[in-house]
């Protein structure tokens, strides 16, 4: 298990390997209830590890433990021509998550 960092003043949190950046998710504020993750990624080398989902488990608890919501978007490029745009929201109360 890696630590994951949670860096408020950069929106981010963090996955950090001998001061290398292993994984990051980022957000923007939309309202001081509501954030938006806009960014996530895993360096090649650290793919397959489960860093992603330390991440997703770090913004939970933070959600829970702040009575914050989070709305995750994703761009994936289908093709060349075409983007598919995927969105989920979670909102996170004390047992559950929506999404």
Same mark, same amino acid.
């Given at each position: 298990?890696?630590?994951?960092?949670?860096?408020?003043?950069?929106?981010?949190?963090?996955?950090?390997? *001998?001061?290398?950046?292993?994984?990051?998710?980022?957000?923007?504020?939309?309202?001081?209830?509501?954030?938006?993750?806009?960014?996530?990624?895993?360096? *090649?080398?650290?793919?397959?590890?489960?860093?992603?989902?330390?991440?997703?488990?770090?913004?939970?608890?933070?959600?829970?433990?702040?009575?914050?919501?989070?709305?995750?978007?994703?761009?994936?490029?289908?093709?060349?021509?075409?983007?598919?745009? *995927?969105?989920?929201?979670?909102?996170?109360?004390?047992?559950?998550?929506?999404?």
């Amino acid at each position: 298990m890696h630590k994951v960092e949670h860096e408020v003043a950069n929106k981010r949190f963090l996955i950090q390997d *001998n001061g290398d950046t292993a994984a990051v998710m980022t957000y923007v504020i939309s309202s001081p209830e509501l954030y938006i993750i806009d960014h996530t990624l895993v360096e *090649n080398a650290y793919r397959g590890q489960g860093l992603g989902d330390e991440l997703i488990k770090a913004m939970v608890e933070y959600a829970r433990k702040t009575g914050l919501r989070f709305y995750h978007y994703v761009l994936l490029p289908r093709d060349v021509s075409s983007v598919s745009l *995927n969105m989920q929201m979670f909102s996170i109360n004390n047992t559950t998550i929506h999404s």
